[in-house]
């Protein structure tokens, strides 16, 4: 006699609720349907799975160490229907996905890791980029969806909020406002600011808070790329706002990292093309939004 899902299931919901009942009502059967099916099941496997009482049941020896074995078959039950679901909707390939600042962030490897787990056909191609391009390869079509840190200028693209943190200046640890809890955007903005050089424009002017600036700021550096915005930071030329998460994950020497608290916080989105919606792109903005 050969095993079925079904009955994995069946075996499974019992042996979580330890009442007929209750998974009865669990898996949407009767309870006689039920109990056919688990007496099928132990004629299948040749020993009993549970202990009936009129107070209690209770899982056997055999069936605790069987329990295991069971959960993992409907596990690649499940991630094989997935992938049939895939392959029907034509969602198999390979599927690009662009970072920008956000490996510091706790989003980024869950959803990772979740999307490898759940879609194990599916090829996830990560590639990480810097300030020169804020949209994580979208603008140029290099990537299929990306975790980006809005706003930017191109119009072609959607996007989704995920999460918001707030931004810290970074200072050379001997400057004047090193030592502070938080700074207003007043006290730093006479100081010689980074410039960010061949990037987008929107972008660049988020991060140098030009909203809130009479004139335009004072050039002490200009780079590319994070590591130029802290280099210089640290060697007192410049200052530059990073995010809460990265700020946090620097261990830099030479380096402080000061909140600013009264600027607005920095985005982290999941953005895609309007032109590419693809399956597997929905799969990933469904899972990057499941919260």
Sequence with gaps: MQIDARQLRYFVAVAEELNFTRAAERLNVVQQSLSSAIARLEAAVGFKLFERSSRAVTLTERGSQWLPHAREALAAIDRAQMAADDLAAGAAGTLRVGLVATAAIELTPRVLRGFAERHPQVQLR??????????????????????????????????????????????????????????????????????????????????????????PPRVGASGRTLDDLLEAARAGRAVGLVPASVARSQTWPGLAFVQVSDVPQSDVAIAWRQDRRSALVEKFIALATDR
């Excluded at 975790?147 to 693209?157: G, K, S, T």
């Design 126 to 215: 990560t590639e990480h980029y810097g300030f020169e391009d804020p949209t994580g390869g979208l603008r140029d079509h290099k990537t299929d969806v990306a975790i980006v840190r809005p706003p930017f200028a191109v119009d072609e693209l959607d996007l989704i909020v995920v999460a918001s943190e707030p931004r810290y200046i970074a200072l050379a640890s001997e400057h004047r406002l090193a030592q502070r809890a938080s700074v207003t955007f007043d006290e730093l903005v006479d100081e010689p600011w980074i410039e960010i050089v061949e990037s987008d424009p929107v972008w660049c002017e988020f991060w140098r808070v030009s909203d809130r600036r009479s004139t």
